[in-house]
């Protein structure tokens, strides 16, 4: 077996796990929502046995069990703490004739040319649930791995299934783990100062308030590469206007130029001074080091921030939900990612490629990832929850209360409209507030045409 390569890979001894020889990892450069589904994404029921299941793999012609060979796998895991977790999750791929390759792309440069990666791609493709996985179902470039969930299946949710369904009610994506979007802080630090989580958003800005004469600034905000402040965005939105106007905003049934869009920006103008200025230049790595060392008191991102703390301090980061503003709609919404596997329309190794993305779906593959990045949570009701930290404690209760749980901006919506539109229009907004009315103006005509309402 061939030797593995992992740049930047971290010391064993801080994730958890030791590195096996059994995969090739490749670093290459320059690769290139369902609106939601239901809160019962996170109480998976009851599953039999599945660890001896045989069925077959369809095309590949072979059952479970039976391929070999090399399985390219795209990676966009390129963080050390996710890259280290995904090489490790490999390692222990029960077929042993199979032999996994990594081809480790940057996370951004991955996401935003994934059109032009799929004209070539890897037998199995990182990428999202929901709409941004039908739409490319829908154009024929993805391959139907239906057969993978008659092995996967008893372990997964039926919401995790109908996320994972295409327009023609076939499977093209193996969910992977989940998320929760909110406010992250570290405890320590509101114990320190006598803070304690705001239930709307006038405690908010209080809060915000005593952070700057604390000399704190209230909140790390980045927005390279145009996804990071989409979620904040997504958080304005649906705690002002609610979960159906939100969702029909993305599916281009509600108007840009809408005075509720406009509300939302305008009270993002009067939140930007308790944010860090100039975020279009910042990473949200960069902006989670603020959170870390202590210079910024809170950070809207996904729990995956966890990832840059060191592992002996995650237990002081925690989150709560983005707080209320309009009583009407309280913190009915959360927002949690699905993240996952694809399989490519004609990968060159399909019997190998569905066996590697059962194990993605089984609950030995994401307890091994767990393993090695514990910010996140697994779908598979075989995962050992047990040795959960608090914040995936956290998430998966959050998620599972959640009387609506969206995607995220660019997952509910067309990729076209939130790469192309959505991300640079938002960017424009940071940049300069007052041209709001301009801005939305456009994305209201590009929305009609992308979009077709």
Known sequence: MAELYLPKSPDPSKVGFEMGRRS???????????????????????????????????????????????VTIASNYSNEVPAAALAATVETIPNEDITPVLNVQDHNTFQENISTYLQNPDDIIPWFAGYRMRFFADQGLLGDISSVWDVIGSEQSDGFKTASTGNDGKQYFVPF?????????????????????????DELTALAGEMTDAGITPFAFANDGNWPAMGTFDQLNFRINGYQFHVDLMAGKESWEDDRVKEVFATWET???????????????EAAAALVNGEAGMYTIGNFVGGQFPQDELDDLDFFPFPEINPEHGTDVVEAPIDGWLMAADPKNEAGAKEVLAHFGSGLGQDTYLAGDPSVVAT??????????????????????????????????????ASNVAGPRIADFLADPSSIDSILADMQEQAVVILGE
């Not at 589904?37 to 009851?46: H, M, R, T």
């Not at 100062?193 to 705001?198: E, L, V, Y």
């Not at 944010?275 to 949200?284: A, F, L």
Request: charge should be negative; aromatic fraction near 10%; glycine fraction near 10%.
């Open 24 to 70: 090739m990892l490749k670093g290459t450069a320059g690769v290139a929502g369902l609106a939601a589904f239901p809160a019962v994404l996170a109480a998976c029921g009851d599953s039999a046995d599945s660890d001896n299941a045989e069925t077959e793999s369809g095309d590949g012609g072979a059952e479970m069990g039976t391929a070999s060979g090399d």
């Open 380 to 417: 598979s009701s075989k995962a050992d929850t047990s040795v959960y930290n608090e914040l995936q404690k956290k998430a998966q209760k959050t998620v599972s209360e959640a009387k609506f749980v969206t995607q995220f901006l660019d997952r509910d919506t067309s990729p076209e409209f």
């Open 271 to 285: 939140l930007l001074p308790i944010h860090q200025e100039n975020p279009n230049g910042r990473t949200w790595e």
């Open 177 to 201: 783990n989940y998320y929760a979007w909110g406010i992250h802080y570290r405890k320590s630090v509101f114990e320190e100062n006598g803070w304690s989580a705001p239930a709307n958003v």
